[in-house]
């Protein structure tokens, strides 16, 4: 499965980290964004995903 970050007008650092089915952290990154944002992840080997997204002091959690 491939999912697309995208983030608009913002001047924050963006976080990302993702969570397997049983609530493993997969991954954690940060990025500086200054404007426009976009990133692809391919999630593989497991099934179930949870990305949580924090921008500019804000968390918003997605599940898959």
Do not use: M
Request: zero cysteines.
């Amino acid at each position: 499965d491939r999912f697309v970050l995208s983030v608009v007008n913002s001047n924050s650092t963006v976080g990302v980290k993702i969570y397997d089915a049983n609530n493993n952290l997969v991954h954690n990154s940060s990025q500086e964004v200054s404007g426009v944002f976009a990133q692809l992840y391919s999630i593989k080997n497991f099934s179930g995903a949870t990305f949580e997204i924090t921008n500019a002091g804000e968390t918003s959690t997605f599940r898959f």
